[in-house]
């Protein structure tokens, strides 16, 4: 398979989000955005990040040239998945955000140093 328009990936992007309950994500006031550009962190690229401000409010960015990275010729079905398994986590870090934990961020942070070798 191809991999899908950015046009599609946003249409799954509104799927997924549109399943979950509006109280998950009712403070997050700045939306879910996304960006045609990849964004990378070393080897790792970065298929979304939760942003935190006080200017332009807490929301969601997902980067379109980064799925297309990792999921190449990958059936629709596994960027269906990817994508809502993208929109748990940044909805995780937003909620804890909300809650005043880094549960995710310090398990994010061990994994890395695992990976690095560094642990």
């Known amino acids: 398979m191809t991999k ?10 509104d799927k997924a989000v549109n399943r979950i309950p509006l109280r998950f ?3 997050l006031t ?3 955005n996304v960006q045609k550009k990849k964004n990378r962190d070393g080897d790792y690229y970065i298929l979304g990040e939760y942003v935190e401000g006080d200017h332009l409010g807490n929301f969601i960015v997902f980067y379109y040239g980064s799925f297309a990275e990792v999921l190449e010729d990958e059936p629709r079905e596994a960027w269906e998945a990817e994508i809502l398994d993208t929109v748990l ?3 995780q870090h937003h909620l804890e955000a909300q809650a005043g934990i880094d549960d995710l961020a310090r398990k994010e942070i061990e994994e890395l140093a695992k990976a690095l070798g560094l642990d």
């Open 4 to 13: 899908p328009s950015f046009d599609e990936f946003t249409d799954m992007l």
């Open 89 to 91: 986590h940044e909805l």
């Open 30 to 32: 700045g939306g879910f």
């Open 25 to 27: 994500y009712s403070e």
